[in-house]
Structure formats: structure tokens, C-alpha cells
């Protein structure tokens, strides 16, 4: 990014011509200098300038009148040294030789704060350009022939201007530009709690580039316009593709209400193969656009296309990333049997690629660059201590209770601070498991075979003794077990814990955690007198050992016959701690309030937990143990199961029976509910699925299962066709802002929005799978539609897939954005997406608001922007069963099916030629989203009714009602 600016070059000449007598003064000569900074005025944003904390300590920031404004909370963190708390801009690039002025103004609440400031690498371990309180000005730093700065600047109450002249002796990339100010033991800073900082007018002018200044040259890298996403196209569809058989629909999007427009579908040569009008859909809320939706189902040829609507004056320029956008022309996508391919290989890769205890090999990964992904992991070996209280990141280190040791070695990290948590594991195990189940009852479990579609070792070692064999056993499994092994070294163990295992005995540890925040990235430990920080297991918890004994159960039935010795293994530990935590069922059973002291409880804002309800694990865990085993005292739990709660006075209320269920909403803490039907923390779904598949469940249950899974399928369809222009199956979420509220305070997508569309089509996925009914399989392609760019942001939140997409997922590992020494993300990791709150720093200093924005528009695409761009393992594993089934099902039946008539006319396939049907083809021609192939009404047409329907062989029209009525009235 360049930016030029003019300086003055003090004093005038004055020349006298030889020529005339006439004095002239000479104007003030210009030079043209290049801004190296991505932001100097703090008018509209901060970014790239950023704070960064280590807990406990801790601050605030705002905006205020065009500066930056920071207010500390808790002075002290971790490396109790004075980078535990900065101001920073990084990707600075600098050119040897080069001058740059370096100025900025600064002030604060109380005079004689220390605030220390460099330019150096990402990592701290150098440093180039120094502010120093003896000269009070900028200097050559120690790593580039100059010296420390004596001492830190002391600010006071009024502004006060710093500069100095940078000359590097060498080219600098992905540099950093730090201010710190944390209180510090040995390398100066003062910080009290409540001080306050301001910061205004930063400036690095490189006065060599001048006019000549190329792109790239020196300055700041705009890698991926700071996660600012700007639509490329307005024109918003699937950026992979559609299959040929299948619902095809996109959306258009302007910023005023239009009449219905023309648009073409274009083939690679240029050509038109299909025109027709849009509908107009109106303003929808979710984007805050005016939409037309776009129907091209008829197109079926495979080959490469875009859309181009009749609206050749939307155009627009970026003046940051000099791209000219024709808004009314879409991205390519394809159409075919195959536009997923290798996309569910790679999202599996995933959870190989995010192993603890397993040096990451190139010849397992899949995608990306390959050679820089494979690393050793930083935790060979997982040793942790239990603790006798719940940690968070906010705790001190002197808090670390190192009496019992553990290894917890195994299972797969989350994306930030290498934790591991059985509750986040658990889903995706179920997930990868059931994926295997459905595709065995289908009779395509042969594509788990060893290579087929995964690439995982044939072995590994969970301790120093034991080494798992994974050769000739199905893949999927072998992944899910990995995950397992490490649920069932957190098992408590009477013998070794002596802090829970008397009233914790064969419960299950709830995760594994670093005793303090991390710097980002972790690798390699060059960081300043850093410090490995200690590894700390929580407490067990109720939920913990509930997820384990599901997963077990229902590892337990997969690998009979597979590997019977581990079966049993999964069974035996299924039933101890289901036993263990029967002996705490009254509190289990109810819905447990926040300010509870049940330690067996994780406490709100431990890893993002609001799981208070646990109800719904249990029924998930008797449902696979019932599965499983056939067992009647597992079947009696599943039919008595229900939603209780305390009253204020600690009584039980017993509540609505919810056994065979399959809900549309989940609960979640202080929400009107969240519109999903499953996820870590409500596993009702997940239960009754198993049960479903399960021969042993009895045909009545089954029956009642298969009716509520329609019925909530039915509800993401109608809710993806009627209201809202995305097609997404999913609405907003309504916050409470106190417990005495009445009305939901705040509105918008919850966190981990874009898992709760792929869970739904989980859901419309099993409903097909249950029917044959297109309806359901187009829903959840068209929910898949939204993911890969049909939204609000015109943005694929899958890396590696379509145009425009994802490229910077919160990790430790994968932040190219950050620091050029580490690699970008491999392709097919799905992110949580657009969330209201906006939780963490990063998008809030990209100048979004909370609650304030479009809700598909509350997102930015940053390693640092957690509450948008996480990922995790159960996100993730939803993500791959919605391919999986596709590549199984869904595809293959779409792209082959080739129906004919079952009898000429019949359009609604009562077996007899009417009125009705002429009626029903003038019902989907009218009113498609409601009677259409795809439709919402119980009666409407469907794909053989459309066979059926087709007098002539053009499609259904209203000819063919014509024609109906004439062969009814005898006229032809």
C-alpha cells in the first residue's frame, strides 16, 4: 500500500535572472514521499495497528476523536515485563538504503508513564530503530548498527511529537512496529491500573521512494486488505458450482429496489445458454441489500459459466488494491457430477494436520504448500497438572497447583492456544463416526478404505508402550479414534489424582490449557526471555464425561468385527462412567444456573462455554449406549428424558419429555435460542439420529424419529425458501442483556453461525436419505450455496475454494498473514463466520461495530479476528459430512438419475390425469419457492410430477396445462 505525501523543504531561494531585474521568490520546493503505515488518523479504523495483551494483563481501546485511546485494566501478565501489553502495526517492509522519517504523537492520563517503542521482527528478538527517553527522539536500534535506547520515554498530560530518521542496512520484511507499556520487572514500564494512553498522528514517510514509488517497493502489505472483505461481485452464488440435476439459484444484490432484470448464463466460449429474469425478493435484512433471486435450474451442461446481469454501470475500483470489479458479472462456477472434488479429502486432512503429540508429515497432507505444513509439534509429549479449580487465561501463573502429573499426549488442538477439549472433540467425533454409520448402511463404506479418500498413518504412538495399528482399518475411524485414545487418558483415575479421585473417580478431565495466554505466533520460542508456559488440565465435568461415554458407545458397535479388543476397550469405558455419573444424576438432570458451585459444572467463559443444560447429553449418551447394547435400563432413560430446570429455591421442575426428538432451536445461555439442531452443547439431534440408524431401536420409535426429523427438515427448507434471500437455513439470534429481561436486547448471528448452517444440512441430508425427496438434498446443497459464497459478502468461507475466499483462519500455526516464515492455511478448513457481538479486538479496530452491522457483513478475514475466523474440530467435521454425503449420495443420485414418464400428464403421480394436475403445474409456474420442485407445500411438484407433467419435451409451461385440458375436454 502507498500512500504519497508532501513535505516542505524549509526556507525560500531567491533568484535573480540574468535576463531582467526582476526578483523572483522561488515557491518552497515539494518532494513526494511514500507512507510506509496502512493507518495514520484513527478517523474511520485502526487496523493493521492492533493492541496485543498476555493475560492476566489486560486492556481496553476506542476511537475517540480521530485518535487511539487505550485504558489499562490489570497492568501486569504473564512474562511480568513490559510487552505484556502493545500497541503494534506489523507487515512493514523496508528497503536498504532507504530514509524514512518515523513520527508519531503521543500522551497520557498520568505523568511519568514509561512507554517504550521499537521497530524490529515479529518475534522481539530484534530490534532496529529505537525510541529513547535520554534523547527524546528515534535512533538506530542494536540490531542495525545502533545502540539501545537509554531508557523509556515519561509521557505527560499534554501531547508530545517524537521522530527520527530510519535508514535499514539491510531489507526488512513483515516487520513490527511496537509500543510497550505493561508493568515490568527488569526492562522498564510502570503501568498502573486505570492509566491511560493516546496515541495520534503516526507517520513512517520513505523520502527515497518519491514519484517513482512502485507497488510492493517498501511499505505496508495489505495481505488480504487487513480480513476487510469487500464484495468482488454482486452477483452472489456457490463459487464452486452446482451438479447438473440439482436446484440452481443465486442472488443479486443493489442498493435499491429494482424491477425484475435480465440476466444471461455464459459458457466458457462466450455464448449464451440460457437468459431469463430475475425475481425481486426485496430488502433482505440479513445483508441489508435489495435482492433479486436468479433461477437457472434448466442450465445442466457440465462446463464453466458466469452470471451477467443487465446492469453494465455497476462498476467499482478499490483505490487500496487498484482492482476495477464488474459488480454485474459473477465468478465463474462450474457445473458437474465432480465440482467437489478433492474438497472433502482436504477438510479432513484437517484433523491430521491439527494432531497433538504427532509430527506433522508432508507425504499426509493434502493440499496447500506442503513442505512448509509439515512440522514437528511443539508438544511431544503431552504432560499437564490437574488442577483443583477451573483455569482461565486470566489467572496467574502463581496460581499453578503442580501435585498431580499427567499425560494427556493425543487428540486434536483448536485453533487458538493449542487446547483440547473433550466437549468440541466430542461433536466432531460423533460427527466423523456417524458419517462412517450412514455411509455403511448406504453400502458406501468401502471409500474409508486405507487411501481412498483420507491419507492418514498407518500407526502411531499415544504413550511410550502403546502403538495404535491403523492398517486395513477404515480411515474415518482410524481419525476418530485418535480423538478417543485422548478422551480416555482424561478419565479420572482414583489411583493417580488425589485431588479428585474420590469424588471424581471415572469421571472425565473437561480440557487442556496453557496456564497463560500464547503469543501468536507460538513457533519458534525466540521470543525475549520467554518462557515455556506450563500445560493445566480443568477439572472433570459432567459434560466431558457425558461426550466421552457417547463417542465410546458409539466407537464400541463400529469397530466390532474391525478390531474387537478395542471395541470392548470403548464399551467397558462407556459403562464405568456412565455408572460413575448416574451417581450425579439429580444434578445433571437440571438445567444448572451460571452461579452454580457444582465443580463438576464448567463455569461460564471457560473455552467459550455456555453449556448449563446437560439433559440432552445424557439422552445423547443412553441413545449409544442403547444403540450399542440393546440394554432396557438405557432404553427406560431414553423414553423418561427431559428438559428440567431449578427453581430459585433449588427445587427440581420437571419439564417437556423430549425422548426421539429432533428440535429445530438449541438452547443457548441468555438467547431466545439458536436455530440449529445440534451442536457441542445440544446433542438431543445427535441421539436420536444413532437411534435411527440403529436396527435395535424399535419400529414405533423409529417411526416417531423419522416424522420429527421431516418436520424440522421441512422447517429449514420453508425458512430457506420463504424467508430470506440467501437461502440460508438459519435467522438471527436475540441476546439478553440481563436475567429480568423480557425482550431480547441485541440481535444478530451468533458465533459459529456458519456451523449452524452446515449442521441443518445435516439434518435436510438425513431427511433425504430417509424420503428420496429432492426437496430436501436441494436444501442442503442450497445451505452449502451460502458457505460457499452465496451471501452477504459475495465470500467462500472455505480456504482453497472458489474465487474469493478464506485465506487466514485463527491458528498458532498457519500465519503467513502475520510472519512470512510460516505457511498459509491448507485448502477446505471451514471458519465460524459472521458474528453480531464481534467479540474480540481485531474486527472492532477494523472499524465494525457491535450489533451494529449487516449481520452477514459482522466478519473480517484475520489469524487475530477469533470471533469470526475460528475454527473447530466439530465445525469442522459438520462441514466434511455435508460433502461426504454428497459425494455418496446427494451427487451421484442428482447427476444420474435420468426419470421417464410413469404415465403422461400425471403431474401430481396420483396415478390418474385431472384438473388437479393442470393445477398443480400452474401452482409451481406461479408460486415455485411454495409448489415448486423444491417447494414448501406438502403437495408440491415433484421431480417425476415435472416428467410427468412434460406434454412436449421442453419443460413444464403453461402449455402443458393446456394440453392437459384438452385431452380432458376431448380435443385432442
Not at 125 to 145: I, K, V
Amino acid at each position: 500500500m502507498l500512500k504519497k505525501s508532501k513535505y516542505l523543504i524549509a526556507g525560500a531561494v531567491s533568484l535573480v535572472t540574468a535576463f531582467t531585474s526582476t526578483v523572483t521568490s522561488m515557491v518552497p520546493m515539494q518532494i513526494s514521499a511514500v507512507q510506509v503505515l496502512g493507518e495514520s488518523t484513527f478517523d474511520k479504523k485502526a487496523l493493521p495497528w492492533h493492541i496485543v495483551q498476555t493475560a492476566p494483563a489486560h486492556q481496553d481501546f476506542e476511537f475517540e476523536d480521530g485518535t487511539f485511546h487505550i485504558r489499562i485494566i490489570y497492568p501486569t501478565g504473564a512474562a511480568h515485563e513490559r510487552w505484556d501489553l502493545q500497541f503494534r502495526h506489523m507487515n512493514l517492509n523496508f528497503k536498504k538504503g532507504h530514509e524514512y522519517k518515523v513520527s508519531f504523537k503521543v500522551k497520557g492520563s498520568r505523568a511519568g508513564m514509561e512507554l517504550c517503542s521499537y521497530i524490529g521482527n515479529i518475534a522481539g528478538s530484534q530490534e532496529y530503530f529505537e525510541l529513547d527517553g535520554a534523547s527524546n527522539d528515534m535512533h538506530m536500534g542494536p540490531d542495525m548498527d545502533g545502540q539501545w535506547p537509554y531508557r523509556a520515554v515519561n509521557l505527560t498530560n499534554e501531547w508530545q511529537t517524537y521522530e527520527g530518521v530510519f535508514k535499514p542496512t539491510k531489507d526488512l520484511e513483515s516487520a513490527v512496529w511496537t509500543f510497550q507499556y505493561a508493568r515490568g520487572t527488569q526492562y522498564q514500564g510502570n503501568a498502573e491500573e486505570g492509566d491511560e494512553i493516546w496515541f495520534d498522528d503516526m507517520s513512517i514517510d520513505c523520502l527515497t521512494c518519491g514519484d517513482e514509488a512502485q507497488v510492493g517497493s517498501c511499505g505496508c502489505t495489505e495481505y488480504n486488505n487487513y480480513g476487510i472483505i469487500i464484495p468482488k461481485s454482486d452477483v452472489r452464488l456457490n463459487q464452486m458450482g452446482y451438479y447438473p440435476n440439482a436446484v440452481k439459484k443465486a442472488t443479486y444484490v443493489t442498493t435499491k429496489d429494482k424491477e425484475a432484470m435480465d440476466f444471461k448464463v455464459i459458457d466458457n466460449d462466450g455464448q449464451t445458454v440460457y437468459a431469463g429474469k430475475s425475481e425481486p425478493a426485496g430488502l433482505d435484512t440479513d445483508s441489508n441489500e435489495y435482492c433479486h433471486i436468479i433461477d437457472f435450474s434448466s442450465v445442466k451442461t457440465p462446463g464453466t459459466y458466469t452470471i451477467v446481469m443487465d446492469d453494465a454501470n455497476n462498476v467499482s475500483s478499490s483505490n487500496s488494491t487498484r482492482e476495477t470489479c464488474r459488480k454485474y458479472i459473477s465468478h465463474e462456477f462450474r457445473i458437474g457430477d465432480d465440482i467437489y472434488d478433492r474438497v472433502l479429502s482436504n477438510a479432513l486432512n484437517y484433523f491430521y494436520q491439527t494432531r497433538s503429540g504427532s509430527t506433522i508429515e508432508e507425504k499426509y497432507i493434502t493440499s496447500g504448500d506442503k513442505k512448509e505444513l509439515a512440522h514437528e509439534d511443539i508438544i511431544k509429549q503431552d504432560i499437564a497438572y490437574v488442577q483443583p479449580y477451573w483455569w482461565t487465561k486470566w489467572m496467574s501463573p502463581a496460581d499453578l497447583k503442580k501435585e498431580v502429573e499427567l499425560d494427556v499426549s493425543g487428540g486434536w488442538y483448536q485453533s487458538e492456544d493449542y487446547a483440547k477439549s473433550v466437549q468440541y472433540g466430542g461433536c466432531a467425533v460423533w460427527l466423523l463416526q456417524n458419517m462412517y454409520e450412514l455411509s455403511k448402511a448406504n453400502g458406501t463404506d468401502s471409500k474409508w478404505d486405507d487411501g481412498k479418500t483420507m491419507t492418514v498413518p498407518d500407526s502411531y504412538k499415544v504413550s511410550n508402550e502403546k502403538i495404535i495399528n491403523c492398517k486395513d482399518t477404515p480411515d474415518i475411524l482410524d481419525e476418530a479414534r485418535y480423538e478417543l485414545e485422548f478422551m480416555f487418558r482424561m478419565i479420572v483415575d482414583a489411583e493417580k489424582d488425589t485431588i479428585w479421585g474420590e469424588t471424581g473417580a471415572d469421571l472425565v478431565y473437561d480440557s487442556v490449557v496453557y496456564n497463560t495466554q500464547l503469543p501468536t505466533p507460538y513457533i519458534p520460542l525466540d521470543y525475549i526471555n520467554y518462557t515455556e508456559p506450563s500445560r493445566v488440565i480443568n477439572p472433570p465435568s459432567y459434560a466431558a464425561t457425558l461426550n466421552m461415554i457417547a463417542c465410546a458407545a458409539q466407537a464400541a458397535r463400529l469397530w466390532k468385527g474391525i478390531d474387537n479388543d478395542f471395541a470392548n476397550e470403548c464399551i467397558n469405558h462407556a459403562k464405568k462412567s456412565w455408572k460413575a455419573v448416574m451417581e450425579h444424576e439429580n444434578a445433571i438432570v437440571a438445567n444448572i444456573r451460571p452461579e452454580s458451585n457444582d465443580p463438576f459444572y464448567a463455569p461460564l467463559g471457560i473455552l467459550k462455554y455456555d453449556n448449563f443444560d446437560l439433559t440432552d447429553d445424557a439422552y445423547w449418551a443412553a441413545c449409544e449406549l442403547y444403540a450399542t447394547t440393546g440394554d432396557d435400563c438405557y432404553y427406560d432413560y431414553i423414553k423418561n428424558s427431559q428438559n428440567s430446570r431449578l427453581s430459585n429455591d433449588g427445587q427440581k421442575i420437571e419439564g417437556k419429555n423430549f425422548a426421539f426428538s429432533v428440535p429445530i432451536y438449541s438452547e443457548s445461555y441468555n438467547t431466545n435460542g439458536v436455530m440449529t439442531a445440534f451442536d457441542s452443547f445440544s446433542k438431543i439431534a445427535c441421539g436420536s439420529l444413532s437411534l435411527y440408524l440403529s436396527d435395535i431401536t424399535p419400529k414405533d420409535d423409529k417411526a416417531v424419529i423419522k416424522q420429527n426429523l421431516l418436520n424440522t427438515a421441512d422447517a429449514y427448507v420453508a425458512f430457506e425458501n420463504d424467508n430470506n434471500c440467501m437461502g440460508i437455513p438459519y435467522k438471527k439470534v436475540g441476546w439478553y442483556n440481563s436475567y429480568d429481561s423480557t425482550w431480547p436486547n441485541n440481535w444478530g448471528y451468533d458465533y459459529g453461525s456458519n456451523s449452524r448452517v452446515t449442521n441443518n444440512a445435516v439434518i435436510m441430508a438425513y431427511a433425504y436419505d430417509a424420503t428420496g425427496d429432492g426437496k430436501y438434498i436441494n436444501g442442503a446443497m442450497q445451505a452449502m450455496d451460502y458457505i460457499f459464497g452465496r451471501n452477504g459478502l459475495g465470500f467462500s468461507y472455505v480456504t482453497g475454494c472458489g474465487t474469493y475466499h478464506v485465506n487466514s483462519p485463527v491458528s498458532e500455526y498457519w500465519v503467513y498473514e502475520l510472519d512470512r516464515n510460516y505457511p498459509e492455511a491448507p485448502d477446505g478448513i471451514v471458519v465460524g463466520g459472521p458474528c453480531s457481538p464481534l467479540y474480540d479486538d481485531y474486527v472492532r479496530m477494523s472499524g465494525l461495530k457491535s450489533y451494529k452491522e449487516p449481520f452477514q457483513k459482522s466478519y473480517a478475514d484475520s489469524v487475530e479476528a477469533w470471533s469470526v475466523n475460528n475454527t473447530y474440530p466439530d465445525w469442522q467435521a459438520a462441514f466434511a459430512w455435508t460433502m461426504a454425503f454428497f459425494e455418496d449420495t446427494g451427487a451421484k443420485m442428482l447427476a444420474t438419475i435420468e426419470l421417464k414418464p410413469t404415465r403422461k400428464g400425471d403431474a401430481n403421480c396420483d396415478d390418474q390425469v385431472d384438473m388437479a394436475d393442470a393445477v398443480i403445474i400452474m401452482q409451481a409456474l406461479a408460486n415455485p419457492n411454495k409448489y415448486g420442485e423444491c417447494g414448501t407445500d406438502e403437495n408440491h411438484l415433484t421431480l417425476q410430477g415435472k416428467v410427468n407433467g412434460d406434454m412436449n419435451g421442453d419443460g413444464i409451461t403453461v402449455g402443458d396445462a393446456q394440453a392437459i385440458q384438452k385431452i380432458l375436454l376431448g380435443l385432442e
